[in-house]
């Protein structure tokens, strides 16, 4: 068994190689390890001018189905794993920044969903975590991009996303909305919070005030998030220290 292997002795021999060689040499090894010559296949993509959406969505599908199949003891390198698929398209931002913002997002929905729907054993809260962050990234495409979320996908997520506690990564998300989806997102919200602000102490309640307020917040209705929180000293604070980082 290869117990050592010499970087540097295999880097001057790789050098030595036409960029043909080189080619083959990659396909010929990603034939019998996929999952290697997905992720050269990955990068050229992201590299490239045209960026071809479907082709990272089918990577994230791929990626998230698998979820079902990681035990406990697999998946911090799992999300690792998805880690590394986030990074590629976060590189995709300075250059295709509307197609990055479409992709990043698509992948939080679907992480969203795959934390709901898959039997992954996130004890140790990775998944989660990797949730949370992927909202930095996603936020920043779309500020970058003006892309525009679909307002009924960004409830359906928010409301999915609190019920596994990793609802954080939409404070990044409302933070860089366009002013027009803020103002359809109120309304959704506004019919959401209408269903639950009777059950004051519930988690629902909670959560539904806070979407709210910070839409609010976001939108400069000073008067009326303040009317949201009224009763909630903390929840006021929380709001008040996210308007100032807006």
């Not at 071809?52 to 089918?58: L, M």
């Not at 609010?216 to 009224?230: P, S, T």
């Amino acid at each position: 068994a290869i117990t050592h292997i010499d970087n540097e002795k295999t880097r001057k021999y790789l050098l030595s190689k036409s960029h043909d060689e080189l080619a083959d040499m990659i396909i010929r090894h990603g034939i019998s390890h996929p999952k290697f010559l997905k992720s050269v296949a990955s990068e050229a993509h992201a590299s490239s001018s045209k960026i071809e959406t479907s082709f990272f969505k089918s990577e994230i599908d791929d990626l998230l189905n698998s979820a079902d199949e990681i035990s406990y003891h697999e998946v911090r390198s799992y999300v690792e794993e998805l880690g590394e698929l986030a990074n590629r398209i976060k590189g995709m931002i300075k250059k295709q920044p509307f197609a990055a913002a479409e992709i990043l997002w698509y992948f939080l929905q679907r992480a969203i969903v795959t934390i709901e729907a898959a039997g992954i054993d996130d004890s140790d809260g990775d998944f989660g975590d990797f949730i949370i962050e992927l909202g930095g990234p996603c936020s920043e495409a779309i500020r970058v991009s003006g892309y525009a979320p679909d307002s009924k996908e960004i409830v359906s997520s928010y409301f999915k996303a609190t019920d596994y506690g990793v609802e954080d990564c939409f404070t990044f998300i409302l933070k860089s909305l366009p002013h027009s989806t803020l103002e359809n997102l109120e309304i959704y919200a506004q019919d959401q919070f209408a269903r639950v602000k009777n059950k004051k102490n519930s988690w629902d309640s909670v959560s539904a005030r806070y979407f709210l307020a910070a839409i609010m917040a976001r939108l400069g209705k000073r008067r009326e998030y303040r009317e949201i929180c009224k009763g909630d000293n903390s929840l006021l604070k929380e709001i008040k220290t996210f308007e100032k980082e807006n």
